[in-house]
């Protein structure tokens, strides 16, 4: 059981380029989400899904998509990057039903540097 | 709105001693409270969580925190500090009926020998 797993680690891109960051939980779990870690501001939502096929913004979605084809499944896109989005992001997963009250599983974070 | 407040960035402690981090929040109806650990370069970790009944509430690595409505706060105190605990710590309330949790912005724990 991995639990919550991303790729990469680490990643550096120039101004303007794409990528997309991977997550994947083994966990069955129905809910994932997007985090942004920045200093002094704690975790900020981004996107956040409860189910395949179904996702709705968090609180700062701007310059990101998402998508979610399998339960397993949560990958982070950034269609043109920009420094702004140097953070680190995390991924968490957690079951939908009495979700206000479960706690999420994190993933080990992808530190994105953009230049 | 509602909106989570550690008003420590950082705190030292020397190790055996207790301590306390603050969480203050603000939100009209019954919170779902938690506190997660955060060691470097590592995902958060869940320590406790509040969502009724006791106002004390027990966690793991000898954690515990308080509820009280009356102040708005959610305190995590560990009555003796280990050089392990060194880490950031987020306090962190769930919104009721959605799907979103939101954190503070954390407090640096460092231990000092």
């Known amino acids: 059981n991995a639990g919550v797993t991303q790729t990469p680690k680490f990643q550096v891109l120039k101004t303007g380029q794409s990528m997309t960051l991977q997550c994947a939980q083994d966990?069955?779990?129905?809910?994932m989400s997007w985090y942004r870690q920045d200093p002094g501001m704690g975790l900020r939502l981004i996107h956040y899904?409860?189910?395949?096929?179904?996702?709705d913004q968090g609180e700062v979605p701007n310059g990101y998509n998402v998508s979610r084809s399998t339960t397993e499944d949560f990958p982070l896109r950034l269609l043109s990057a920009a420094p702004s989005q140097t953070s680190v992001y995390f991924c968490?997963?957690?079951?939908?039903?009495?979700?206000?009250?479960?706690?999420?599983?994190f993933g080990p974070g992808t530190r994105l540097t953009v230049l | 709105a509602q909106s989570v407040t550690q008003p420590d960035i950082h705190i030292t402690v020397s190790e055996g001693a207790s301590l306390e981090l603050r969480c203050n929040y603000s939100?009209?109806?019954?919170?779902?409270l938690f506190w997660y650990v955060q060691s470097p370069g590592q995902g958060l970790q869940l320590l406790l969580k509040?969502?009724?009944?006791?106002?004390l509430v027990q966690g793991i690595k000898g954690f515990e925190a308080e509820f009280k409505r009356s102040q708005s706060s959610f305190n995590l105190r560990k009555p003796s500090v280990h050089w392990s605990d060194a880490a950031e710590y987020f306090c962190?309330?769930?919104?009721?009926?959605?799907?979103?949790?939101?954190f503070g912005a954390g407090t640096r724990l460092f231990v000092k020998a």
């Open positions: 968490a997963s957690s079951p939908v039903a009495g979700l206000s009250y479960n706690e999420q599983f």
């Open positions: 966990m069955n779990h129905e809910y």
């Open positions: 899904s409860v189910g395949a096929g179904i996702t």
């Open positions: 939100y009209g109806a019954t919170p779902y």
């Open positions: 509040y969502f009724s009944g006791d106002t």
């Open positions: 962190a309330v769930a919104l009721t009926g959605g799907f979103k949790t939101i």
